[in-house]
């Protein structure tokens, strides 16, 4: 059985910080591309942030330069440390997985930035 755990959201004031983790249960973690979404009520789900299998990584224009996305094969599990955060960083983070046309979600971790 696969799946995606996510983890380390919650409420943080503008200009903090924040490290989401997510924890992915299979046995060959670094075969799959690694990205984090993100949502708010009401609009389309947008990348975050990806780290491919051959380790590049691609971010959305928007966090350039605040957010970092790493892997780590230790204990299979995806981090994404967001800087220097916005109000309108506020969502619910997904983490996904891709391999070919394989597919998996988390069910989401929700962080809220205050002003």
């Known amino acids: 059985q696969v799946q995606l755990v996510e983890s380390g959201g919650g409420l943080v004031q503008s200009g903090g910080s924040l490290r989401l983790s997510c924890t992915f249960s299979t046995a060959m973690f670094s075969i799959w591309d690694m990205s984090w979404y993100r949502q708010v009520p009401g609009k389309q789900r947008e990348l975050v942030a990806t780290v491919t299998r051959t380790s590049s990584t691609i971010y959305a224009d928007s966090v350039k330069g605040r957010f970092t996305i790493t892997r780590h094969s230790t204990n299979n599990t995806l981090v994404l440390q967001m800087n220097s955060l916005k109000p309108e960083d506020t969502a619910v983070y997904y983490c996904?997985?891709?391999?070919?046309?394989?597919?998996?979600w988390g069910h989401g971790t929700q962080v809220t930035v205050s002003s």
């Open positions: 996904h997985a891709a391999y070919v046309r394989n597919t998996y």
